[in-house]
Nanobody
């Protein structure tokens, strides 16, 4: 069973930036297709960005132009660079395959203050 670990969240003021990381724990599993999801209080979890090897990245409209998903194959890590953060980006962020098929990790909390 693949276990992914998210990190890099925190508290930031509106307009600030954060970089989230996602890597498999205790495994050499190679991440070929990955998505970043988020779940805000009282809302459903939503896919915000995804990347598949050999294909262009995809972004939900609300983050397009502000978030960048990237991967470091040498480190087997996927990142989500989040710029120009807004209070509405506040959520717990998770990674999983774009169509979720692995157990959810604990996620990483992102809080954007106004």
């Amino acid at each position: 069973q693949v276990q992914l670990v998210e990190s890099g969240g925190g508290l930031v003021q509106a307009g600030g930036s954060l970089r989230l990381s996602c890597a498999p724990s205790g495994s050499t599993f190679s991440i070929n297709a990955i998505g970043w999801f988020r779940q805000a209080p009282g809302k459903q979890r939503e896919l915000v960005a995804s990347v598949i090897s050999g294909s262009n990245a995809w972004y939900i409209k609300s983050v397009k132009g502000r978030f960048i998903i990237s991967r470091d194959n040498a480190k087997n890590t996927v990142y989500l660079q989040m710029n120009s953060l807004k209070p509405e980006d506040t959520a717990v962020y998770y990674c999983n395959s774009p169509i979720p098929k692995w157990s959810w990790g604990q996620g990483t909390q992102v809080t954007v203050s106004s």
